[in-house]
């Protein structure tokens, strides 16, 4: 079945760090691609988004791009913040109802 | 507007007992979705629904039932609980293709 590979955490940067989470995903044809995130306690929450090949999602200084040719979707931010200290989790939607894959999740912690 | 709403928040069980986490959304969403999220390996989906009446399994959906009688309300039922079952679990709605809108999750502890 279809299954989305991010990188293994923790990841911990210092704050203005540049940050760049790595996603593969393995559906064939031109899934929707997403980015959450998970602050402690809390659901997820969609942080941006794509939805066919070389599209860019932003939100919050994040950006990612749709690259078809080598089934990726990372996540990069110039300069992280204390506050983008979180769980961030890589998903695919190939439109099969209600499913989304997702990824294991990268832990993110950013220091002073 | 409350979005998805999931009661309990906290749960302890006893091996064997049952219990029903509590799922209501007010975005008048078709489609709704329970996952677990453990350690380590994401977030699985156990059951969806498209719609009122409507339900599926998903990857893991051995030891939970779902019923959908309302748009509003998807619940997910244990019926004899194990201790493979703590995790931490998440309803989620969706109007079509596209974003998924998560509930604050219940954490549940089986002993």
């Known amino acids: 079945g279809d299954s989305v590979t991010q990188m293994e955490g923790p990841v911990t940067l210092s704050e203005e760090a540049f940050l760049t989470i790595n996603c593969t995903y393995t559906?064939?044809?031109?899934?929707?691609l997403f980015w959450y995130v998970q602050y402690p306690g809390e659901g997820l929450q969609l942080l941006l988004k794509?939805?066919?090949?070389?599209d860019k999602g932003s939100n919050k200084g994040f950006e990612a791009t749709y690259r078809k040719e080598t089934t990726s979707f990372h996540l990069e931010k110039g300069s992280v913040q204390v506050s983008d200290s979180a769980v961030y989790f890589c998903?695919?939607?190939?439109?099969?109802?209600?499913?989304?894959?997702f990824g294991t999740g990268t832990r993110l912690q950013v220091t002073l | 507007n409350a979005g998805v709403t999931q009661t309990p928040k906290f749960q302890v069980l006893k091996t064997g007992q049952s219990m029903t986490l509590q799922c209501a959304q007010d975005?008048?969403?078709?489609?709704m979705s329970w996952y677990r999220q453990d350690p380590g390996m994401g977030l699985r989906l156990i059951h969806y629904?498209?719609?009122?009446?409507?339900?599926d399994q998903g990857e893991v959906p051995n030891g939970y039932n779902v019923s959908r009688s309302t748009t509003e309300d998807f619940p997910l039922r244990l019926l004899s609980a194990a201790p493979s079952q703590t995790s931490v679990y998440f309803c989620?709605?969706?109007?079509?293709?596209?974003?998924?809108?998560f509930g604050p999750g219940t954490r549940l502890t089986v002993l």
């Open positions: 989620a709605t969706r109007a079509g293709v596209g974003e998924q809108f």
């Open positions: 559906a064939t044809g031109y899934p929707s």
């Open positions: 794509a939805t066919k090949a070389d």
């Open positions: 998903a695919e939607d190939t439109g099969t109802a209600s499913k989304l894959t």
């Open positions: 975005m008048n969403h078709e489609y």
């Open positions: 629904s498209v719609g009122a009446g409507i339900t």
